[in-house]
C-alpha cells in the first residue's frame, strides 16, 4: 500500500484494519498460495489458542465467581466471542493475535454474559466491576479484526 509520506503507522493500521475484508475479496479464493497460508496460520493460531483461551477464561470464571457449562474455540469472521443461554462461551482464536488486555476484556465480557444475556447498563455495570477501562478497551479492539 502506499501512503503519503507522513501518515502514521496508527491511521495505516486502521486503514488496513477497516478495510481487509474488501482487500481480502480483491484476492482470488483459487489462489492455493494464499489459501496454504491462510490454513496454516488458522492451524497456529488454533494450537496456541487451544493452550491459553480455556485457561485465560477458567482463572477469571475463579477469579469472578462465574461458572459456564464449557469453553469452545471458534474462528467466525465477524465476533471476538460469545455466550449462549446454556452457559457455553465461545472465544476467537484470532484473539491470540490482540494485545492481552483486549483478549481479557472479551473474555470478561462473555463472562458477564452468563448473568446478563443483553448489553443493558446492568450488563456493563457487571464488565466495568471487573474491567474498569473497558470503554478504552472495547474501542481499541474495533482497530483489529477478528477474521484470518
Ligand atoms: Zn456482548
Not at 86 to 115: C, F, K, W
Amino acid at each position: 500500500m502506499s501512503v503519503p509520506q507522513h501518515t502514521s503507522d496508527f491511521l495505516v493500521k486502521r486503514f488496513l484494519n477497516i478495510n481487509r475484508d474488501l482487500i481480502r475479496e480483491q484476492i482470488p479464493l483459487s489462489d492455493p498460495a494464499t489459501q496454504r497460508a491462510r490454513d496454516a496460520k488458522k492451524k497456529l493460531l488454533m494450537k496456541d489458542a487451544k493452550k491459553y483461551l480455556p485457561y485465560r477464561l477458567e482463572y477469571f470464571a475463579k477469579l469472578y465467581g462465574y461458572s459456564y457449562e464449557k469453553c469452545r474455540l471458534s474462528h467466525a469472521a465477524t465476533r471476538w466471542g460469545s455466550c449462549s443461554s446454556n452457559g457455553t462461551i465461545s472465544l476467537n482464536i484470532g484473539l491470540m493475535q490482540v494485545p492481552e488486555i483486549l483478549r481479557d476484556y472479551v473474555i470478561i465480557h462473555e463472562l458477564a454474559h452468563l448473568n446478563h444475556m443483553d448489553h443493558s447498563s446492568a450488563f456493563w455495570q457487571e464488565v466495568a466491576s471487573h474491567d474498569p477501562k473497558y470503554k478504552e478497551h472495547r474501542k481499541r479492539l474495533k482497530m483489529f479484526s477478528p477474521g484470518i
